[in-house]
Each structure stands twice: as structure tokens, then as C-alpha cells.
């Protein structure tokens, strides 16, 4: 199971973890607004997934709130512009078998977010892969980055992060290649 996570304060810094469990990682955000467009409203789906894929993305959500309210933070709030524009990077991804923030040809994280109707002041993601094509491989994947510890534990400050109050999920099934993939967009609204 590899995981990623992206987070960039104001100067774009990328920083690679690596954990016990060798899962390369790095964390992006980015402090600056983008103009409003429209808010995250809604709990619908994410365009394109099947009802397999979108249960696990519920499931690592409700893991993710899990874990802020054990460490007395509140909710994330379920974002469908934002589980899309993580759709749009796991097809990204799987179409060119890697893992990354930002593939070829492919926007940043912010500009993704942004471009799918998110106006946030601060937007950051997670993203790995597992193979383990059910919900128990993306539950894992949670487990390790949640157990990751500082100085490498930017996925986990991205999950915990009180700079976020939106969250979108998405897991894409690859049976073919025997992958899971999943990408996890948080982001600050923008007032």
C-alpha cells in the first residue's frame, strides 16, 4: 500500500514522508483564495463511480470524521464538487499507472479543486493506492496514515487539520491491474 499526501503554506514546499511501513507521502495546501464561484452543497456521489466505489468513499469519510471527533475536532463536511475533482486525479492516475499530486498535462491539486466549483482559502489532498480492491485495502490505507508520526505524518495532519471544514473521497476500482486507488480533497471555503 503506497500513499500521498500534498499540502503547500503560501511558498510551495513539498515535503516527502516516509513511514515505517515504507508509504512515501507528501503534503500540500495552498494559502491562497480563489475567487468564489459556488459552495459544496449536497451529499450526492461522485459523477462516474459505481455504488461499490462510492460506499468505500462514504466509509473512509465517516473514518476521517471518526478520527477528528477522538481528537475533539469537528466534522468534516461532505463536499461533491471536491470527491470529483478527486475522481477526475484517481482516473489521472490510474490511466498513467503512478501515483502522483500532479501528472503530466494534469492541473495542480488547487487549480483542480478550484476548476470543479470549490472557492477555498486553503486545499490540500491525500492520495495512495492499495492492492486491495475492497474496502478493507482503503480502510488500511486510513489506518497507516493515521498512524503516522511527526516529522512524516502529513497525511494524518491533513486529516486533523482545523484549517479544513470540507472533504471530498474518491476510490477508483481497477480490477484489471488489481488496484485500488483513492484521493482524499480537503479544502477551507473561501467566504
Not at 499526501?5 to 511501513?21: A, Q, T
Request: charged share 15%.
Amino acid at each position: 500500500m503506497i500513499a500521498a499526501n500534498k499540502k503547500f503554506p503560501l511558498s510551495v514546499v513539498c515535503f516527502c514522508l516516509v513511514c515505517l511501513l515504507a508509504l512515501p507521502a507528501c503534503s500540500w495546501v495552498v494559502g491562497t483564495t480563489v475567487t468564489p464561484t459556488t459552495q459544496c452543497v449536497g451529499s450526492s456521489g461522485v459523477r462516474g463511480a459505481t455504488a461499490s466505489e462510492d460506499s468505500i468513499a462514504k466509509t473512509v469519510f465517516k473514518a476521517i470524521n471518526h478520527d477528528r471527533a477522538s481528537n475533539s475536532l469537528t466534522p468534516l463536511t461532505w463536499c461533491p464538487n471536491l470527491a470529483n475533482s478527486a475522481r477526475q486525479h484517481d482516473r489521472a492516475m490510474a490511466a498513467a499507472g503512478t501515483l502522483a499530486h500532479q501528472l503530466n498535462g494534469e492541473d495542480d491539486p488547487g487549480t483542480r479543486e478550484a476548476n470543479n466549483g470549490v472557492s477555498w482559502s486553503e486545499a490540500g489532498e491525500n492520495i495512495g493506492y492499495s492492492g486491495d480492491v475492497s474496502v478493507n485495502g482503503a480502510l488500511e490505507l486510513h489506518r497507516l496514515m493515521m498512524a503516522e508520526q511527526p516529522p512524516d505524518d502529513g497525511h494524518r495532519q491533513n486529516i486533523l487539520s482545523q484549517d479544513f471544514d470540507v472533504v471530498g473521497v474518491d476510490i477508483l476500482l481497477d480490477p484489471h491491474n488489481g488496484v485500488l486507488w483513492l484521493t482524499e480533497d480537503f479544502a477551507q471555503l473561501a467566504s
